[in-house]
C-alpha cells in the first residue's frame, strides 16, 4: 500500500480508501452471487476457477503506470468482487466434502486464507531488492494456480445438493432460522473486528516505533507473521471445537480478542519490544480462531440447498461491516491519540457475544 500512495502520488489518507475498495467489491459480488445463487447452481470448483482468473487479471493491473487513484480504485473493487467466487465458494466446497467434522475442515481452510491474507507482506520483504510491481505478479500468478488445482484435484462433493432454479427468496429466507441467526450475528460482530486489525498491523507497528524510537521493526516480516499465525490459531480452533464445542471455543475467542481491544492503549506504553510484539501475535491468533467456527454453525444451520448462497449472504454483509470499521480507524487516527482508537474493535466481540448469549438452542455438538 505504501508503494502505491508512493508510485502513483496519492494522500496518505488512500490507504483506507483502498483496502474498503476491495471489501466493497466483494460485498457488491456476494450479493450478487447470493440473489443468483450462483454457488449452489453451479459447480463450486469450476466457479472457483473462473474468479481466481478473472481475479489475478484484474489484480496484476494496477502494475500499469497509467494508473490514477480512480482506476487503482476501481482495480481493486473488481478484484474484490471476484473474490466472491473464492472464499464463501470455498467453503461451500468443503461442506460438500464434510458433513462431519466441518468445524475442523473449515480451520484448516480458513487457515489457509489467512496465510494468503498474510503472504503479500511476505512477498514484500523477500522481493524487498526488485520492483513493487514483483508482489502483484507473485500474488496474481498464485491465485492462478490456486484456481487450476482447485479444478483438477477437488471435484464436486458428496453432499453437494445443487438447487436447480433461481431462487432469489433464499437471500431473505435463511434468516428466519433463529439459531442461523444466532451465528450469523456472532460472526458479524467478530467481522468488525477482525479486516480492520488485519488492515492496520502495520500501522501499529509504525505507531509503536514513532513512540519508542529505539524500537526497530521490519514491519513486512512482523506483518506477516503477526497475521499468519491466525492460520494456526483456526486449525487448533477447529480441533478444540471437536471436544469443547463450537459455540464454545468460539466464544472464548471473542472474548480474548475482546480483552485484547480494551487493553491494547496500555501495550503502547510499554517499553518491551518482546511483550508488544507477543501481545499482538497473541491478538492476531485469537482475532480469527473464531472466523471457521462461526462458518461451521452457519452452514450446519442453512438447508443443503442454499448452503452455498447462506454462507455468502452472511459474507456479503460480514464484508459491509468491515468497511464501516477500517474507515472508522481511519477517521479517529487523524483526530485522536492513534494508540486508543483501537479499543473501539470492543464492540463488534461485545454484540457478537451478546448474539450467542441470548440465543442458547444453537447447535453444541461436537461431531463440528
Known amino acids: 500500500m505504501s508503494e502505491l500512495i508512493i508510485n502513483f502520488n496519492l494522500n496518505a489518507s488512500a490507504l483506507g480508501h483502498l483496502t474498503s475498495a476491495v471489501q466493497f467489491g466483494f460485498i457488491s459480488g456476494t450479493l450478487i452471487f447470493a440473489i443468483l445463487t450462483i454457488a449452489d447452481r453451479f459447480s463450486p470448483s469450476k466457479v472457483f476457477l473462473a474468479c481466481a482468473l478473472l481475479g489475478a487479471l484484474f489484480n496484476v493491473g494496477i502494475i500499469l503506470e497509467e494508473n490514477c ?122 467481522m468488525w473486528e477482525l479486516y480492520a486489525f488485519w488492515a492496520f498491523v502495520p500501522i501499529i507497528l509504525k505507531t509503536y516505533s ?59 506504553m510499554t517499553n518491551s519490544e518482546s511483550l508488544f510484539i507477543g501481545f499482538l501475535i497473541f491478538w492476531g491468533m485469537v482475532v480469527i480462531a473464531d472466523s471457521p467456527l462461526f462458518s461451521t454453525l452457519v452452514a450446519q444451520n442453512a438447508s443443503a440447498e442454499i448452503k452455498g ?22 477517521i479517529l487516527q487523524a483526530s485522536i491519540n492513534p494508540t486508543y482508537i483501537y479499543t473501539v474493535l470492543a464492540l463488534g466481540p461485545i454484540f457478537g457475544l451478546i448474539a450467542l448469549y441470548e440465543k442458547k438452542n444453537i447447535t453444541t455438538s461436537n461431531s463440528y
Open 210 to 268: 514513532i513512540k519508542h524510537v529505539e524500537a526497530t521493526f521490519n514491519i513486512p516480516l512482523l506483518s506477516f507473521v503477526i497475521i499468519g499465525i491466525g492460520g494456526l490459531a483456526c486449525v487448533l480452533g477447529g480441533y478444540l471445537a471437536q471436544t469443547a464445542g463450537t459455540k464454545r471455543i468460539a466464544r472464548l475467542a471473542l472474548i480474548l480478542s475482546c480483552v485484547c481491544c480494551l487493553i491494547s492503549p496500555l501495550i503502547f
Open 309 to 330: 448462497t447462506a454462507l455468502t449472504i452472511v459474507n456479503c454483509i460480514g464484508f459491509s461491516i468491515t468497511i464501516i470499521s477500517i474507515q472508522l480507524l481511519n
Open 69 to 190: 487513484l480512480a482506476s487503482i480504485l476501481s482495480l481493486r473493487f473488481i478484484t474484490g468482487f471476484f473474490l466472491a467466487g473464492i472464499y464463501p465458494v470455498g467453503m461451500k466446497i468443503a461442506a460438500d466434502h464434510f458433513e462431519k467434522g466441518l468445524g475442523k475442515s473449515l480451520g484448516f481452510l480458513v487457515g489457509a486464507l489467512v496465510l494468503g491474507t498474510a503472504f503479500p507482506h511476505l512477498a514484500k520483504e523477500i522481493t524487498e531488492a526488485f520492483p513493487w510491481k514483483s508482489v502483484l505478479l507473485l500474488t496474481s500468478s498464485l491465485a492462478i494456480i490456486g484456481g487450476l488445482l482447485m479444478l483438477i484435484m477437488v471435484p464436486d462433493g458428496p453432499y453437494r445438493k445443487p438447487g436447480n432454479r433461481l431462487n432469489i427468496s433464499a437471500f431473505f429466507d435463511v434468516f428466519k432460522n433463529r439459531k442461523f441467526r444466532s451465528a450469523a450475528f456472532g460472526y458479524f460482530g467478530h
